[in-house]
């Protein structure tokens, strides 16, 4: 099992103030124009399915981690009547509060119009109306989003867990998301030097420069996640024992591709990574592509003995999802000293009275938790807890002021 060269231990930091105070969107999914002020502590946002609750929290996740969780494609987030004007434009701001002062957070995306073709997208980022790259704008604001399809994060493809691994660590330092963007421009290179090499093009000495930078960055990611991910194991193993019931363990292991063992420091790592490449070269030439590395990499699921990514049951694979997701928010509280904003979209729904009273009574314990549900009657379940409310229908958003009458207030 790979242990990190910095360990997992950490010294548990105060949790600092950060909330969300306003959201601004312009032309984003169903929303033509919203100015919608967000308050302290638990948001239940009320509203029939379709009419825009998982927009909301798509765009506040957006202005978390730079991209949106559910497409690959900008184009999409932009309101489809505004793709008909000649310049589209899509703006999303949010006015956040930390202990530091408050900052502004913009991404706008803009369309160009291709002839005879789909208007394409470009990105930007803004802090205080400041431009920045993408690495220097994700985690300004931390947050942690779990959706009932999360569910496949167990049983699903390894890219689904790398990409979680990846949306973790890039919140906990900037230095992460620089790596890994640095690292994905290697392996296209080296792809296209290998493919030029097996057509005899050109000569299997030229890898040897990009195998070396390959493997420096490799090493920084892979160090990053074995912390990362050996210090989830443990905020999520109590979290999975109480939903769960069960006194079969939870654990996570980072599981990489490439047969590295044990390590002493990230140079160490960076060797060893090098060799297991060399090795591989071969194989890659033939295969035109690269095997190994940390874009190949995944997260072993266990429970107990089992192997849940192969045998879970449905329900198995939800509690630990759940777990994972409780225990990513605990994370990032413990280690970067602020509360994530959490973002919870139909999931208590889904879940038994037990499971769901267990989430709630969780993310009521953050600074500020959304949550998304088609139930008018959901915030009474937080009994004599205030709770905010927001009424979402047909791209428009608003709160729902005072508090009574929680049954059936709309």
């Known amino acids: 099992m790979l242990e990190s060269a910095r360990g997992a231990t950490r010294q548990r930091k105060g949790d600092s103030l950060i909330r969300i105070r306003r959201l601004r969107l312009t032309n984003f999914r169903n929303y033509a124009a919203l100015d919608l002020p967000i308050e302290t502590g638990t948001t239940v946002i009320e509203g029939a399915n379709g009419h825009g609750k998982t927009n909301l929290l798509e765009s506040i996740y957006l202005m978390s981690i730079g991209r949106s969780p ?45 002839a005879g073709g789909a208007a394409r997208v470009s990105k930007t980022f803004r802090v205080n109306g400041v431009a920045r790259r993408s690495a220097e704008f994700v985690g300004v604001l931390k947050a942690v989003l779990f959706a009932a399809e999360d569910i496949h994060l167990t049983s699903g493809p390894p890219s689904a867990r790398r990409r979680y691994m990846d949306i973790l660590v ?34 299997a000495a030229e890898l040897e420069f990009w195998e070396a930078r390959m493997a420096q960055r490799a090493a920084r990611i892979m160090d990053a996640r074995v912390e990362a991910i050996g210090a989830l194991s443990e905020a999520a193993r109590p979290i999975h024992r109480e939903l769960s019931g069960s006194d079969q363990p939870m654990s996570l292991t980072y599981s990489p591709s490439a047969e590295v063992g044990e390590y002493e420091d990230v140079r160490a790592l ?100 959304l949550m998304t549900t088609a139930e008018p009657t959901m915030a009474s379940a937080f009994g004599s807890r205030a709770v905010n409310r927001i009424c979402v229908s047909s791209g428009s958003a608003a709160a729902v002021r005072g508090r009574a009458d929680r049954e059936g207030q709309k």
């Open 170 to 203: 890039s919140q906990m330092g900037r230095a992460y998301l620089r790596d890994v963007q640095e690292y994905q421009k290697l392996v296209t290179q080296r792809n296209h030097l290998l493919k030029s090499v097996r057509r005899r093009h050109s000569a």
């Open 70 to 114: 559910r497409t690959s494609t900008d184009r999409e987030m932009v309101r489809k009547e505004a793709l008909g004007e000649y310049q589209p434009h899509t703006q999303i701001v949010a006015e956040v509060e930390t202990a530091a002062g408050d900052v502004s957070l913009q991404i706008d995306l803009s369309a160009r119009r291709a």
């Open 270 to 369: 960076s060797r060893l990574i090098l060799g297991a490449i060399q090795r591989q070269r071969e194989r890659e030439i033939a295969a035109g592509f690269c095997l190994i590395g940390p874009h190949r990499d995944d997260i072993k699921v266990s429970i107990g003995d089992m192997d849940a990514g192969a045998y879970a049951s449905r329900g198995q694979a939800r509690t630990v999802t759940l777990a994972m997701k409780l225990g990513e928010a605990q994370l990032l509280a413990d280690a970067c000293g602020e509360q994530p904003v959490i973002l919870l979209d139909d999931v208590v729904s889904e879940l038994d009275p037990a499971r769901g009273r267990h989430v709630l009574d969780r993310a009521a314990s953050y600074e500020q938790t």
